[in-house]
């Protein structure tokens, strides 16, 4: 009984021994293969027929052929095929194997590859390479179908050689091949690869007008000429933060946040691309519709965009950087003229992934991108959005701009901004700042440290450049816990991080941006742009979420003038809502539920006044409300008792002399 005891504990010890070897195997496989990528050999084993690593673009000019028709599934075909030749070829120079070669190669084929192959062996070399784009021109297509020669042109091909582990060249250049394949065993073979007409690449960049977009000069930002401030926040919307787009995509909040970003006086929005929600490398046209409605509307409102892409990425090799093409072509090349775009931040916080993946891939890989997107968006410029900004991208990138974050103790941002703002020629934006105001008992922070905090960097970046994008726009009621998890000490001080609070109303903080003089914009919106694209505002909408616009076009630049004088020196003697005793008796009506259309909004009373009085010289009834916190004066039409009769009254104050007009039902 005794040894039978023995045994069964044995037996039960060895069973926990090996179980937990191969457990801690099992992680330390995993983490290699975090801190790596898959291992290539293991990878090449397989010899993937279609892989997810590698899709370079195809363009197939000339299909006729004097032998038989090369239809589309002989098209497929090949370009799979083909495609895998590539991606096995390289993949085994990356490593100096041949396995899967035989697959790919014919015979004779494999000869100079193998060869080449030893020879990088012996003198430990290795070259990671990848092409990004083939041209084919077919040249035969044999009766029987078995043999297919072509042209590939300017293939667009990109490596990275080592020596003993140290990379002593990258190389970018465009190539031609002449390619015969043959059938075999139901697939296409390379019988025949040789190189020809290689040269470096060069990026051409075709002359566009330059009015309407942001552009640098120096350490200068310019915007038709004149100069411009980055006073921005970053922005999601209150509702679906880290989710903007896809499902819960909302034109109508989008539209009126952006209004009220307008009337806060700022002038830019940082705002995301989802890799995987956008479709990774095969991008959504869904999610790229969706994004152009998103600028089409910060155009509206008067706001320029910072883009940030590849959000959520993680593929740097030069392997996968197909895929960063093919993205890069998807979301950039259609928005390539889009006015509202100020700059694409090619990656947000890239240095938190030299922590996982190595510095000299992530920083290649950074190169390369901005390379593309200048390639597909020469109008726009660019920047890195740096938590911990590499040396390397001050001065010798290809940004325009140079973007740091700045989440450390206080009072060590002066020497950092001081410190960047000497090593980069290109203008200095700190791109996220801010702290959380949730606070309990000795826990978090008060409204009143908030505002300090951000006191002290506004008062340093107001001395100095000048650009800002704050985080962020709003408190959040809730927040993805796929990437935040569900402790509350990392949940509740990311949902209070806001300038407004969840209810959409300024928080203290506010008011160190109104101390520095930034104050409700006013821009001149043509009528026509003033579409019912979402129908009415909400019952619940107030005139303060209307973007302010401003009738009679030929007072424009006078009246823009006249009301950034006029908010700093005038002061009106006002309750904290519209009252009988307010003094002018234009601005002194009541307002009764019912359907509005607002026509303009003054810095000046007088001005509103004179504007009431034109339109009541035409035989128009329209009156006037103060906007206490905001210090405007807004010129109405109404009420009108149902929604069709306010626009029937839209059609005809237009034909009356009318030439801005907003709907509002209250």
């Known amino acids: ?50 892989n997810d690593y590698y899709k370079p673009v195809f363009n197939w000019k000339n299909l006729e052929n004097p032998g038989r028709d090369f239809i589309e599934k002989n098209q497929g075909e090949v370009q799979r095929d083909y495609t895998d030749s590539w991606y096995v070829k390289n993949l085994n120079q990356s490593v100096n194997t041949t396995k899967g070669i035989a697959d790919f190669y014919t015979d ?16 430990d070399i290795k070259i990671h390479g990848t092409t990004l784009s083939h041209n084919i021109d077919i040249n035969f297509f044999s ?57 470096d690449s060069a990026i051409t960049i075709s002359e566009e007008p330059k009015d309407g977009f942001v552009q640098r000069r120096g350490k200068q930002l310019l915007l038709n000429d ?50 995987n929600e956008f479709g990774k490398e095969e991008v ?14 910060a155009e509206k409102n008067n706001l320029k965009l910072i883009v940030t892409l590849f959000d959520f990425f993680g593929k740097y090799d030069i392997i996968n950087w197909t895929l960063t093409e093919q993205h890069l072509k998807g979301v950039v090349k259609p928005l390539n003229k889009h006015r509202a775009i ?13 922590q996982v993946h190595s510095e000299g891939q992530v920083t290649s890989w950074l190169d390369f991108a901005l390379r593309r997107l200048k390639y597909y968006a020469p109008n726009h410029l660019s920047t890195i959005g740096w938590l911990h900004p590499h040396p390397h991208f001050a001065k010798k990138s290809g940004t325009d701009i140079f973007t740091f974050h700045f989440y450390e103790a206080l009072d060590g941002f002066e020497k950092a901004y001081d410190n960047w703002a000497e090593q980069t020629d290109k203008p200095l934006v700190v791109g996220e700042f801010g702290i959380h105001s949730w606070g309990k008992a000795f826990m978090g922070n008060s409204p009143e440290e908030q505002k300090e905090h951000y006191q002290l960097i506004m008062d340093k970046i107001e001395k100095g450049e000048k650009h ?19 402790f509350p000490w990392r949940t509740l001080p990311q949902k209070n991080m806001g300038l407004l609070d969840v209810d959409g109303n300024p928080k203290m903080v506010m008011e160190v941006f109104k101390d520095l003089g930034i104050s409700p914009n006013q821009h001149f919106v043509p ?106 004066y807004y010129v109405v039409f109404g009420p009108y008792r149902t929604e069709a009769d306010a626009k029937e009254n839209l059609v005809l104050l237009k034909n009356s002399g009318v030439d801005d007009a907003w709907l509002l039902r209250k």
């Open 527 to 632: 009528f026509e742009d003033h579409e019912f694209e979402n129908g009415l505002l909400e019952n619940n909408e107030t005139l303060e979420n209307v973007a302010p616009v401003t009738s009679n076009p030929e007072r424009k630049e006078k009246e823009v003038d006249t009301i950034v004088v006029a908010l700093e020196t005038e002061k009106n003697s006002v309750q904290t809502k519209l009252a009988p005793e307010t003094k002018n008796e234009e601005c002194n009506q009541g307002w009764a539920s019912g359907n509005y259309l607002v026509s303009g909004a003054f810095g000046v009373q007088n001005n509103a006044k004179k504007q009431i009085a034109h339109f009541r010289s035409l035989n128009l009834n329209a009156n006037c409300y103060f906007d206490w916190r905001k210090n405007l």
């Open 342 to 354: 100020l700059a694409w931040d090619i990656k947000n916080e890239a240095d938190l992934d030299m």
């Open 1 to 50: 009984m005794k040894r039978s005891r023995l045994f069964y504990r044995a037996v039960i010890l060895g069973v926990f021994v090996i179980a937990n070897f191969f457990i801690l195997r099992g992680i330390g496989s995993l983490l290699a293969f975090v801190k790596s990528g898959a291992d290539r050999e293991q990878m090449m084993a397989k010899v993937l027929k279609v």
């Open 226 to 275: 004149e100069p411009f401030y980055i006073r921005g926040v970053n922005y999601y919307p209150k509702e679906s933060p880290w989710a903007m787009f896809g499902n819960k995509f909302n034109d109508t909040i989008i539209n009126q946040d952006f209004r009220k970003i307008d009337s806060l006086g700022f002038n830019t929005a940082r705002i995301f691309v989802n890799y």
């Open 468 to 486: 800002f994008i704050a985080w962020t726009l709003y408190d959040f009621p809730d927040i993805p816990k796929e990437i935040f998890g569900i």
């Open 143 to 199: 009766a029987d179908g078995k043999l297919v020669a072509f042209d590939d042109k300017n293939v667009h091909e990109v490596y990275r050689i080592f020596q003993n582990d140290s990379l002593v060249r990258q190389q970018e250049v465009f190539s031609d091949y002449k390619i015969v394949m043959l059938l075999e065993d139901g697939f296409w073979r390379i019988r025949h690869m040789v190189r020809s007409n290689s040269k």
């Open 108 to 123: 004779s084929s494999r000869v100079n590859l193998f060869r080449t192959i030893e020879f990088n062996k012996k003198n």
């Open 284 to 297: 959504k046209v869904k999610m790229v519709e969706q994004l152009k409605r998103t600028l089409d509307l």
